[in-house]
């Protein structure tokens, strides 16, 4: 007997469509817009960055009322990465970040992009650099990207060192070496101010 195809036996884990970014439900976005809230979980990637900077500029055209950053985000593509920190730079509302989870790679110049940082007691910090995806193309587009690259991990360089007061040689030798702070290394490297308790 002939199964129907909605009832395949043979199916393989390749065989089903991508699993999107998560995503919170449309309620839990409406009361998180309504305390100026965004939380953000997961790699930061180009859609992630488009709709967190567009939530962003929104909040920050409907009233002056500080805004509050709850991130989670063990990675980031630099790209993405930088188009949150330009809105962060842009919205003219305080910004107040607090680290809920880990924070990794890339997505530190994003944490690093607020006024004031806090963080829970289990928070991480890892200071790494940002994977390279890798280019396609010519030869000529390869080395452009890997131009761009570098003076992205630059701008990172340089953004975690004026938030944190740490000497660029030092922000460099630490993310090289992947190096990991809890909440309370993190404190006295200056990447947060305070510890969030109850």
Known sequence: ???????????????????????????LDEQLFGRRMVFLRGVIEPEMAGRAAATLLALDAIGADPITLHLAAEEGQLAAVFTLVDALDAVQAPIHATAVGQIGGAAIGVFC????????????????????????????????EAGRYLRDLEDLVLRIAAATGQPRSRVEDDLSAGR???????????????ITTR
Request: net charge negative; glycine share 4%; hydrophobic share 35%.
């Open 113 to 144: 992009a607020a006024q004031t940082r806090s963080a829970f007691a289990h928070a991480r910090f890892r200071l790494s650099e940002p994977k390279v995806t890798s280019p396609g193309g010519t030869a000529d587009q390869v080395v452009a």
């Open 180 to 194: 990991v702070l809890s909440a309370e290394e993190a404190v006295e490297y200056g990447l947060i101010s305070s």
């Open 1 to 27: 007997m002939e199964h129907s195809s909605r009832f395949r036996y043979d199916r393989r884990p390749d065989d089903d469509p991508p699993v999107p970014p998560a995503q919170h439900a449309p309620w």
